[in-house]
Structure formats: C-alpha cells, structure tokens
C-alpha cells in the first residue's frame, strides 16, 4: 500500500486525509493541535510527531497550512520534510501562499531530487471533505501524471495549469480576487433586501436560480439567512490572507484591482470587529450600520 502525508489537519487537511483513507491509501497526519491528531487516528490515520515523520516512507506529502512561513518551516525545517522524504517523491503544496514564496521553496530544493508540486485548491471545507476540490496544479508533465492518480484522491477538478512553480499560485490568486469581491457583493445585496423589507427565502431562492446563482454564492446567502457566522469552515482569516496575496500580485504586476481592493477592505472590517467569525460576518458590517438584517423567520 502506498503511503501519503498530511501536514495540517484542519478543516481542509482533515477532509484531504480522509479521502486519503477512503482511496486505500496508508496515510500518516501532522498537526499541532491534539484534537485534530486524534481525529486523523479515529479515522484510521497514522500519527506522526513531525513533519519528518510524516515523510518518512512517504510517496507524497500535502502541504495544508496556513502561510507562506509555516510552508517553508514545514518543508525545509530542520525536522521537515526535506530532511526524510526520499528521491523520487513529490511535496503537494495545496496551501495558498504567495507565488513567489513557493518559487523560494523549489529554489531550495533543487538537488534533492523530490519533486515540488504547485498546487493550491479551491471548494472549501465542503469540498475537502468531500472530494471535490478544484487542483490549480503546476508540475512538469511527467511529474504531474505520475502523480494525478494521488491527487485524484482528494480533488474532482484537476487542471493542469503550468509546468513551473508558482503558476498554480498565480492562478489561485486570480481566482481569489473574483472571490471575495463575489462574496462582498453578496453580502451587501442581502443587507439592501433586509432594508427594503424583502424575505430571506424570497432572496435565496431568487438569486439560487438566477444567472448569478451558484455554489459559493449560494452558501454564503443560506449560512446569512440562517444566521450561521461562525463554525462553518470558512474563518475569515483565511479569506483575508488570500486577498492580501491577490492584491500583492496585483501591485507587483502593475494592475488595478478596484473591486477586490474594496472587497478586501471590507474583510478587512470584518476581521477587525469579529475576528472569530467565518466570511460571512462580514455582512453584519453592514447591517449594523443600516440596523437591519436578512434572517429567516424575521
């Protein structure tokens, strides 16, 4: 049986490692966090005290974590991947982070004979957990076929974007900023229906099945509607620190990002005053400032 790693197993990673598991894979799990370790083992996961445990006999490791740094530490650390994972193998970088922070970390590992695989996703908790992420996945062709079978195991739409790394980064970065500038809009939309007196599930079910109608729109109006702003896989830090990569990118090219400029600033607002709460919240900005909200039976 083949063996996989997993480095963070929050609400992304926990989902990666289970389809993992559920794929016939022997997959070994780091986080530092105990509930999480516990969890990974309750669903047949090996525990790992390090990441150099985890690679430690493993074809392939996921990189989950939250930024660029931790990334870095976690591959090229002292006890990080690097240190145990043998020629041949592949790092799965499926965490957002900066493109040129990934550049950095296949820089250092030239020579080492283990492939970077430049692969961040989209689709959320909901898609990790169940296997239906979309893989912005940038690897020399060899490299990338060699190891699609694997990432099949955790993603439904795998594209094949580039060969270089840093290309699935820039990709994902683009696609963030159409994102969070979608979910402003969202937001606010419900804020003016509440004012003007229209009902919850008239606007979910108008927008669910008008043209601007779809999945991440759609759950972002029912968890509004339904009052649901934290404990949905979604924290607002994440979404904040994605839109700081889009519009970082942004600056360095030369571009205007007018939308996702101001969308950021909200999530900025968002962060600030409810900085436990998932992207959703975001919206009670601006139904404090109106005194109105969308919620269902109001």
């Avoid at 060969?163 to 159409?178: E, M």
């Amino acid at each position: 049986m083949k063996r996989i790693g997993v480095v963070g197993l929050g609400d992304m990673g926990s989902g990666m490692a289970k389809n993992l598991i559920r794929a016939g894979y022997e997959t070994a799990g780091f986080d530092l966090m105990e509930p999480r370790m516990k969890a990974l083992e309750d669903m047949g996961g090996l525990r790992a005290n390090s990441p150099a445990e985890v690679a430690m006999g493993s074809s392939a490791v996921f990189v989950m974590v939250l930024n660029g740094n931790q990334a870095k530490s976690v591959i090229l650390g002292q006890d990080g991947l690097c240190s145990k994972l043998e020629p041949g193998s592949a790092v799965v970088v499926t965490a957002t982070i900066k493109p040129v922070e990934v550049r950095e970390i296949a820089a250092s590992m030239e020579g080492t004979g283990i492939h970077l695989i430049d692969s961040p996703v989209s689709g959320g908790s909901a898609g990790a957990q169940g296997g239906t992420l979309t893989m912005m996945t940038s690897a020399p062709d060899e490299v990338f076929e060699e190891f699609r079978t694997v990432l099949e195991a955790v993603g439904e739409s795998i594209h094949h974007v580039g060969k270089d790394p840093g290309i699935g980064q820039t990709v994902k970065a683009c696609l963030q900023s159409l994102i969070g500038s979608h979910f402003t809009a969202a937001f606010e939309s419900t804020v003016l229906a509440a004012k003007a007196g229209v009902d919850a599930d008239v606007i979910y079910n108008v927008f669910s099945t008008s043209g601007v109608g779809c999945p991440i729109g759609n759950y972002a109006i029912k968890n509004i509607i339904n009052g649901q702003f934290e404990g949905t896989g979604s924290h607002i830090n994440t979404m904040h620190k994605d839109l700081t990569i889009s519009l970082d990118l942004a600056r360095e090219l030369g571009v205007p990002l007018f939308t996702a400029s101001t969308a950021m600033q909200l999530f900025e607002a968002g962060k600030t005053k409810y900085p436990s709460g998932d992207n959703w919240t975001v919206t009670r900005i601006s139904e404090d400032i109106v005194g109105s909200k969308l919620r269902r039976g109001k």
